[in-house]
């Protein structure tokens, strides 16, 4: 778990993102901020567009259609910056 994964005491959206793509694998993956989740394999074609909805349901609205792009949800950092942080 990295730093960004709390904020007074609290877990943030992208630290439970990670732990959603963690619980996809049946052995411990490490998921860190900048990896590209798909060239890793931590998040499968399949699995990108359930990643596309828990994202939202973190977020808690609906993604603008042009706001789901291959580059802001490549990685972690990627989708905090285009989702969680310019919210």
Request: glycine fraction near 6%; charge should be negative; charged fraction near 25%.
């Amino acid at each position: 778990m990295s730093n960004t994964d709390t904020a007074a005491g609290t877990q943030t959206k992208i630290g439970q993102l990670r732990q959603w793509i963690q619980r996809l694998h049946d052995e411990p993956v490490d998921v860190a901020d900048d990896v590209d989740l798909i060239d890793a394999a931590l998040v499968t074609s399949l699995q990108f567009v359930a990643m596309v909805i828990e994202i939202e349901r973190l977020h808690g609205e609906r993604l603008a259609p042009g706001a789901i792009r291959i580059d802001t949800m490549r990685s972690l950092k990627a989708i905090d910056a285009a989702v969680f942080q310019g919210a």
